[in-house]
């Protein structure tokens, strides 16, 4: 042992880290030496002098004062919410792979593989399907077809147009699945409808929900059954949700025939004469509300905007429809 | 001889019960649970406060880092993952921040020969440390401040790093391998930090001998 892994070693010593083995050597060493003799004597010198530093306890005020700071900013902390905690777990559950680095790479290579074969086969399949189904004449980028079948318009991602032919109960479809597709068929048709009425709700275009619900609006006001393939549902949902008031307004007049019969329509006409942002809207669903039977949530709307509405024009309406009251059947 | 025997049976019993019971506390404080956190918080300030108090001499930054650690711990503990003690994690995360307070005050070149309460003012820890020595007196007290100002001044000198093993080996009493894993580093580089921190201390506390 030379000296200066002695002096290590010293110090290691001083600390009760080294082991008995290394700890003999090293008296052997140092008996011989005095120069590691002076060096321990120094090092325990240190030890001594350092502790003049001592470790002062913490006060019970500092600990009662910090302790107090923290709960307050906890409490200013929101909750994880349950996905945050999901995707620690996860990233834990990776993290704890990195100890078995080849099965974590051999996970990952099995994943990988299984997502693009199970990829490539689905996309296969809905491209066979796809050319079966096709017309000859297709144009560009497009697949024709007659009206689908309804389980067909489960994977519907969007509808990009909808057009009616003049003069003509044939409506033509553009939506996207895979492929951008396209279809034609009358508008009593059941997977036209269900189109048009996915098209109320999905299409990023106020175009093509003006365009939907204008043509949903049209075939209920024509009396063509809208109740049982959910197209008053769409119609409400349009009236309450939709951005455009152009949207709301042709959902608005679709509803129109069943303000009299049916509960929930006159409540989402209720709805509408209460909260719509556009007072036009507003004062056309005041005036679908006059053949309404004496129905006492229809007053009390009435007279509570009649009275309290900030518009005028809102105010007079409801005040006439008000004053007709004796008279409504 | 049977006794002891027991007696380090029912030690070694306490302790699996007591981090059983921690393990249990953590999963709960990773499930979203404020009380199990505070269980956790209790169990450990006041060696975290004692280790920043040493380290910083102020009570503002000690409280700070207080703070820190303890947001931190609660904002990642979903990240803790049983590879190490709860005890060495939390450390970690308070050795860090101290370091780089220490490494801020390098920078700034403030020497703290004293430690600072909430409010500025100087605190005498030699004075609050019980002196129960009959040789104990009033110059023996002056020369001992003294001494442990000197002290501290010298430990200032050392690199952040250095200062940490130290304090860790030195006043916290830590085993050189917990410091090399609190620190993300090898017991044999803990090794050699606390021989070189060793080595400038007794160069800057010659006068001292």
């Known amino acids: 042992m030379n000296c200066e892994l002695a002096h290590e070693r010293i110090v290691t010593a001083a600390y009760g880290e080294l082991p008995d083995e290394l700890a003999h050597e090293l008296e052997r060493h140092v008996a011989a030496c005095p120069d590691c003799q002076k060096e321990r004597e120094k090092v325990l010198a240190l030890r001594v002098v350092a502790d003049a530093h001592p470790v002062a306890e913490p006060s019970p005020n500092l600990i009662a004062r910090a302790r107090l700071r923290l709960d307050e900013m906890l409490d200013t902390l929101p909750p994880k919410r349950w996905y945050e905690r999901l995707s620690e777990r996860i990233l834990n559950s990776f993290a704890s792979l990195q100890a078995a680095p080849m099965a974590a790479l051999l996970l990952a290579l099995a994943g990988a593989g299984a997502g693009l074969l199970g990829g490539y086969e689905f996309a296969l399949n809905r491209a066979a399907h796809a050319a079966t189904t096709a017309r000859s004449a297709v144009p560009v980028g497009a697949q024709i077809q007659s009206a689908p079948a309804l389980p067909e318009l489960a994977n519907v991602a969007g509808i990009s147009s909808i057009v009616r032919q003049p003069n003509s109960e044939i409506v033509a479809v553009s939506y996207n699945q895979l492929v951008p597709r396209h279809a034609e068929g009358p508008v009593d048709d059941p997977a036209i409808r269900q189109l048009l009425m996915l098209a109320t709700e999905d299409a990023a275009s106020p175009r093509v929900r003006n365009d939907s619900v204008a043509l949903l609006a049209a075939e209920c006001r024509t009396g063509h059954g809208c109740q049982p393939s959910g197209i008053r549902e769409a119609l409400m949902v349009a009236l309450r949700y939709d951005r455009s008031p152009r949207v709301r307004q042709k959902a608005l007049e679709g509803l129109e025939p069943y303000v009299a019969d049916d509960v929930r329509v006159r409540d989402a006409v209720l709805e509408a004469v209460l909260s719509d942002s556009d007072p036009a809207i507003r004062t056309a669903a005041i005036g679908l509300l006059d053949p309404v039977d004496a129905d006492t949530s229809v007053r009390q709307v009435l007279y509570s905007v009649s009275n309290s509405d900030q518009n005028s024009q809102i105010r007079n309406v409801s005040r006439q429809v008000l004053s007709r009251v004796p008279e409504i059947q | ?209």
Not at chain 2, 26 to 35: F, H, P
Not at chain 2, 44 to 50: C, D, K, S
Not at chain 2, 150 to 177: D, S
Not at chain 2, 181 to 199: S, V
């Open chain 2, 1 to 209: 001889m049977g006794g002891a025997s027991r007696e380090d049976m029912s030690q070694g019993q306490e302790r699996a019960q007591s981090r059983a019971h921690e393990m249990d506390l953590i999963r709960e404080a990773q499930a979203g649970s404020r009380a199990a956190f505070d269980v956790l918080v209790r169990r450990y300030e006041h060696q975290v406060l004692r280790l920043a108090l040493h380290l910083t001499g102020s009570e503002p930054d000690a409280e700070d880092i207080y703070q820190d650690a303890f947001l931190k711990a609660f904002r990642y503990i979903g990240n803790f993952r049983f590879e190490c003690s709860f005890y060495t994690w939390v450390y970690r995360i308070v050795t860090n921040l101290c370091l780089d307070q220490l490494r801020r005050r390098k920078t700034r070149r403030e020497d703290h020969a004293v430690v600072l309460d909430r409010g500025g003012d100087e605190i005498d820890v030699l004075a609050s440390v019980s002196d129960n020595r009959s040789f104990s007196n009033p110059a023996r007290e002056l020369d001992r401040k003294l001494l442990g100002e000197k002290i501290q001044a010298a430990l200032t000198k050392l690199t952040p790093r250095e200062r940490m093993v130290f304090e860790l080996k030195h006043y916290q009493g830590l085993r050189l391998r917990t410091i090399g894993e609190i620190l993300n580093t090898t017991e044999e580089t803990a090794k050699n930090t606390l021989f070189r921190a060793t080595k400038k201390l007794r160069a800057q506390l010659a006068e001292l001998r």
